[in-house]
């Protein structure tokens, strides 16, 4: 399977997601530092608040053949800065989570991937499990 690094803001869903796509019970430390699982990184959401901390997370893709930016559909915000997937020499994925919450609002999250250099998405839930099946196939998990 690819290697998968996860970005995301804060609360976004990495964690969950990593444990759902690598069912296993993962369970991040809570440090602030890159935390590898598997073929899975997770990385810490104060990576995307301030530039100066982009050089550590290209150095943790360097092995890695896959990101997902995960972005929150709740959030009215996006801390992920426009065209970061150009950062990255990799295929990007960008998956939209909480969409069964209500006031989820899917369309705003896709404006936000795209301005962030994001092409393909998938959006899901990690509460009811939608879209996961779709997400597994496009990262070639079983
Ligand atoms: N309803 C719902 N809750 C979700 C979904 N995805 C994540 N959550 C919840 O949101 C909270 C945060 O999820 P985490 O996986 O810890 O998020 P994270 O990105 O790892 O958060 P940090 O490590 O703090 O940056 C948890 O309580 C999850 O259960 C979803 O799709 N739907
Ligand atoms: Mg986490």
């Known amino acids: 399977m690819p290697r998968v690094m996860l ?3 804060w609360r976004s869903g990495k964690s969950t997601l990593i444990r759902i796509l690598s069912r296993s019970d993962y369970r991040p430390r809570k440090v602030f530092a890159v935390d590898h699982h598997g073929d899975f990184v997770n990385t810490p959401s104060e990576f995307l608040e301030n530039r100066r901390w982009y050089p550590a997370l290209i150095t943790a893709s360097a092995h890695c053949d896959t990101l997902l930016f995960v972005q929150d559909a709740t959030r009215s915000s996006c801390q992920i800065a426009p065209s970061l997937a150009a950062m990255f020499n990799r295929r990007v994925i960008g998956v939209i989570t909480k969409t ?10 896709e ?3 795209r ?3 994001v092409r393909e998405m998938y959006t899901v839930s990690l509460a009811t499990g939608a879209g996961l099946e779709k997400l597994r196939e496009a990262l070639g998990l079983a």
Do not use: M, S, W, Y
């Open 7 to 9: 970005i995301g803001e």
């Open 100 to 109: 069964d919450l209500p006031e989820a609002n899917v369309q705003r999250a």
């Open 111 to 113: 404006r936000f991937l």
């Open 115 to 117: 301005n962030a250099g």
